[in-house]
């Protein structure tokens, strides 16, 4: 596919444990920030896209852990689309930090849903045409 982007930012404190590690269940959050950028970097918003009745559930994740990310690393989130969404999108990640060693790697599925009637329905034209599919 060939679709992807890279976000990059700094830990924060609150995101990490008594040891300094980042807390496993932050990393959701970050995947969820590089989805949001990688939709933006589409010209994309979740905020619009609410606004036009469509939610984007995630329905699987899948996460793998390396090594430990730490505060104040400045960690990239890679996020690439899987395949052409239908009504359900699937993205892959890798979670870098500033040496380019891997930390993580994860998988998301999300569903395009109508939030009238909470059915699922398919991928956008608009998003598609974007992605030139």
């Not at 939709?39 to 430990?68: A, H, N, T």
Request: hydrophobic residues 40%; glycine residues 6%.
């Amino acid at each position: 596919m060939g679709h992807q982007n890279k976000f990059s930012f700094r830990v924060r404190y609150g995101e990490t444990d008594q040891m300094g590690v980042v807390y496993h269940g932050n990393y959701a959050q970050y995947l969820e920030m590089g989805r949001v950028e990688w939709l933006r970097s589409l010209g994309f918003s979740y905020k619009q896209m609410e606004k036009d009745g469509i939610m984007l559930p995630v329905i699987s994740l899948q996460l793998e852990f390396r090594k430990s990310a730490t505060y104040d690393d400045l960690i990239t989130v890679i996020t690439k689309l899987v395949k052409p969404p239908l009504v359900r999108i699937e993205f892959e990640y890798e979670i870098r930090n500033e040496e380019d060693e891997l930390l993580a790697t994860a998988r998301t599925v999300l569903a395009f849903m109508d939030m009238k009637t909470s059915r699922p329905i398919k991928c956008p034209d608009a998003i598609l045409k974007q992605l030139q599919i």
